[in-house]
Structures are given as C-alpha cells and as structure tokens.
C-alpha cells in the first residue's frame, strides 16, 4: 500500500539533516510553504544551503532561516526584494554565501536534475558577468552557457491539493517552482492546504505522486 | 548646461507609456518589466487583445482585483495582487521561461540603467558593490523574445548618460534591444546605431544629442 501521509510538519521534517541542500517553493508570497519552513525553523537543523528564487522578506519564511543562522548559503534569482532584511544583514556581515543564478537558469537546472540530465547549454547570460568561467560554445550561430543541474537533498513545497499517493494540485501562480523542484530533490517534503479522501482526478494531477516523499495537512493560507 | 536643459521638454511616464502603448498589436503575447514597464498595459488602444505574460506562471494578466475580490496567491511578477483574463492560463516556471527562452512571447518592455548603441543592454547591477546582486528574469526574457523594447527616461539622476557607445555597467544580455522609447524620443537599434524614430513634441535634435551619449542617426 502507498500511503505518503504524514500527521505533523515536525515529523514530515525530520528527515532534512544538518548542511542539507534544500529546494523551497513560491515565488514573492505565492505558493511558499511557510508551514514547513516554521518546522524547520524549529528544528533548529543549520548549515543548510537554501535553493529558492527569492531570499525571504520580513520575519516569516526563509527570513527566519537566515535570522537564526541556519543558513550557510542561498542560491537565488532574486535576493534583494523589498524588506529583505535578514538576508542583506547575513550577506553584508559575510555569515551567508550568495550564487545569482538568471530565473530561468535556475529553473531549468532543477529541471535538469529531476529530468536526469548532467546539464544543458542556454544562450542565458551569455557574454555577461554570471557566465564567467563557464564554458561556452557556439550553437546555431549563437554563444550558449553550461549550465549544470542543480541537486538537492530535499525540497520543500507548497500545493492546494494532495492525496494519500502524493498526487498534487495547485492554486492560480502559487504553482512557480513547486513542481519542478518536487522532481529534484532525493525527498519531497509537501504541506497541502488540503488532504484528499479519495484520490485526485487523474486530469487534475499537476505533480504525479512518484515524485513526492510525504504530504501533510497544513490549511493556512497566506 | 543649464540652457541646454531647458530646451529639453519631457514626457510624463504616463505619456510616455502610452506612446509605446500605441506600438504593441492586436494578438500579441508581451512580457512586461517591472515598474515604469507595467504601465504600459494601461494604455494599449481598445480593440487590440493582448495577452500578457508574468514570470511567476500566468499568461493572460488581468487588472488589479476590486476590493474583497483578492486573491492573496494570485500575483504578477512584482508581487502585486491581480486578476485573469478569459484565455488565461496558469503554468509551473521551467514551462513559463521555455516561452520566453523559445522564443514564444513576441514583445517584451523593460526598464534599463543603459542602453548602448550596439543594443547591448544593462539593467539589473550598478557598480555599487555594496548590495547583493539580483538578476531575476531579465537575462532569459532579452535572449528569447525577439523584440525587446526598451522604456526608461531619457537621464538618469544628475543627468547622466543612459544612451551611450558602450555600457559601463553589468550587462543583462548582448545586442538585444530593438527599439528604446524615453521621455525624449524613439531611437531604433540600427547597423550603424542609434537611429531617430521621432522626438517627442517640442525637442529639437541637436537638444536631444546633447544628452546621449552616442551619435543619433537620421
């Protein structure tokens, strides 16, 4: 029988280990698994390397991460959004390592590694700072980047609907990142605003359950 | 200088979104930046059905939602709460930077720090160190859509330069901008430049060449 339901946040998070590589969901507020992230928090597990497309703002989410010093290193697109306070304050003071990676260079390496590919070539920040370094080639008459997958040892993820088979849907933009990064990470961790019955219309699957690790039930919405 | 200056008449932002408004057609897909950028969806002519794409998974943004109607996760790229149009669609974001990247979206309008003459592009890092760099999906959008339009006021603070031979700062992508609508005028990114579109009402040409920073073709 395959039952990925799992009772509390704090027993679904037990498995993320001290200097993790962790893939955390949303985009801005949308579709961030803030339940999830207060369990890590409380766990007080550090080291972490945090793979997101933003930095956390305010005191809630990846902020508290950072203002607990459990994060050794953030690889983002987009740090620097307003009331990104504790990040700038761990950058500025050098407590945390800083990777930019161009949005969709980041989406596509984590593609990349749930699909099994060791990389890929984008014509994405070619000829500019973020490719330097990296090899390049040209391609249709075009220099293209290597870009390498991107692995994690857990991903974090918000979704509106699970069932006991990990089978997933989401709410209007609060999907972003979340499926793809389900696909990357040797565990999938997943708060759902709402637990299933029955199973999911198979139609309605947006991230088939083979790459879900444990669903629990989390109703609060942003 | 000071003489200079006041032969110079600007457009308001509103105005000037509005004159790019006028450029964007019936059917197209466009991908708008963040601040002066969005504006332009305000503007476009009535008749002309638009569908626009934000990075974080919506194609077919809406308006901003009335009072009571919010949907807290339903945002646009700079995080602002909107709504769907009918045709619109959701999509997770390796599908939404494949529509940029391959070339899917037909226009996008970004905002920039400089533009140089050979249509290389800089805005998303200053030379000031100081603060954490951030890049979004800037670098994606200018090498995917194949018509990038560029909005921006024509100097910057201090008056300096934004229209140059060469950018001083961090490039976001190489020889990717078509066209660059500022307070002052329309230039189009030509073989041998910067050439003149038009000069918004009032200006002369040799007032407008007096704060770029390279040579405008007519």
Not at chain 1, 60 to 65: D, F, R
């Amino acid at each position: 029988m395959i039952d990925k339901r799992v009772a509390t946040l704090a027993e679904a998070i037990a498995p993320v280990r001290e200097g993790a590589v962790v893939m955390i969901g949303g985009f801005g507020t949308s579709g961030i698994p803030f339940g999830l992230i207060d369990a890590l928090a409380k766990s007080g597990v550090g080291g972490l390397t945090i793979v997101s497309n933003n930095a956390g703002a305010g005191e809630e989410g990846i902020s508290i991460l950072l203002r607990n010093g459990q994060v050794a290193r953030v690889i983002c697109s987009y740090p620097r959004t307003p009331g990104s306070i504790w990040f700038e304050r761990r950058y500025e003071a050098g407590e945390v390592e800083l990777e930019v990676v161009p949005q969709g260079t980041l989406a596509e390496r984590i593609r990349a590694a749930g699909a099994g590919l060791g990389g890929f070539f984008t014509p994405t920040g070619y000829g500019t700072r973020l490719a330097e370094g990296k090899e390049t080639r040209q391609i249709d008459g075009r220099g293209q980047v290597l870009e390498m997958a991107l692995h994690a040892d857990i991903a974090l993820i918000r979704a509106e609907e699970a069932d006991r088979w990990g089978n997933l849907s989401f709410h209007a933009t609060a999907r972003n990142f979340n499926p793809v990064m389900a696909m990357a990470a040797k565990h999938t961790i997943v708060e759902a605003r709402h637990v299933l019955e029955g199973p999911m219309d198979p139609g309605a699957v947006v991230c088939p359950g083979i790459f879900v690790g444990s669903v629990t039930e989390y109703g609060v919405r942003p | 200088m000071s003489q200079k200056m006041s032969a110079l008449h600007r457009l308001s932002d509103n105005d000037l979104a509005r004159r790019l408004a006028q450029d964007i057609p019936d059917g197209a897909y466009v991908n708008l930046g963040i601040g002066m950028p969005n504006k332009v969806a305000g503007f476009v002519p009535a008749g002309r059905e638009v569908m626009y794409q934000t990075e974080n998974g919506l194609l077919g943004v809406g308006p901003t939602p009335a009072p009571g109607t919010e949907d807290p996760e339903l945002i646009d790229a700079s995080k602002q709460l909107v709504t769907t149009i009918p045709g619109a669609s959701f999509f997770e974001h390796s599908m939404s930077f494949a529509m940029m990247r391959g070339g899917h979206i037909d226009i996008a309008v970004l905002g920039a720090y400089q533009v140089a003459e050979n249509g290389d592009l800089a805005n998303w890092a200053t030379l000031d160190e100081k603060h954490p760099p951030a890049v979004g999906g800037a670098m994606d959008l200018v090498v995917g859509v194949p018509t990038i339009y560029v909005i921006m006021r024509h100097t910057g603070r201090d008056d300096a330069v934004k229209l140059m031979e060469r950018c001083t700062y961090p490039l976001t992508g190489l020889g990717v901008v078509s066209r660059v609508y500022t307070d002052l005028c329309v230039l189009d990114v030509a073989p041998e430049g910067f050439r003149l579109v038009e000069l918004a009402p009032g200006n002369t040409l040799e007032a407008v060449q007096a704060v770029t920073g390279a040579k405008i073709h007519i």
